[in-house]
């Protein structure tokens, strides 16, 4: 079963920075991608950042530039840091491991996530 603890949330101003962890209780270098979620109350989950198995990654538009994902394959860890925070960059922040399986069906692993508060 694989297991992944976020941690690193918390309350910050606006133009203030925070990074997120994600520790994977299995190889991270097993899954396909690992990523960032957010889901803001009232709101749909959606893709924040991914880093692929061999580094690409991909930001969606409102964070690029101000956020940047990686990955310590050692310490099977994948960190997100936020500068230049917003208020609208407000949630949770769920970390997902994503692998696809020979049938080429995709499974994904989450983890319970963390609150993240960008307010003065």
């Known amino acids: 079963q694989v297991q992944l603890v976020e941690s690193g949330g918390g309350l910050v101003q606006p133009g203030g920075s925070l990074r997120l962890s994600c520790a994977a209780s299995q190889r991270i270098a097993s899954f396909r991608t690992m990523g960032w979620y957010r889901q803001a109350p009232g709101k749909q989950r959606e893709l924040v950042a991914a880093i692929g198995r061999d580094g690409s990654t991909n930001y969606t538009d409102s964070v690029k530039g101000r956020f940047t994902i990686s990955r310590d394959n050692v310490k099977n860890t994948v960190f997100l840091d936020m500068n230049s925070l917003k208020p609208e960059d407000t949630a949770v922040y769920y970390c997902?491991?994503?692998?696809?399986?020979?049938?080429?069906?995709?499974?994904?692993?989450w983890g319970q996530g963390t609150q993240v508060t960008v307010s003065s």
């Open positions: 997902n491991a994503a692998r696809i399986d020979y049938t080429g069906s995709r499974h994904d692993y």
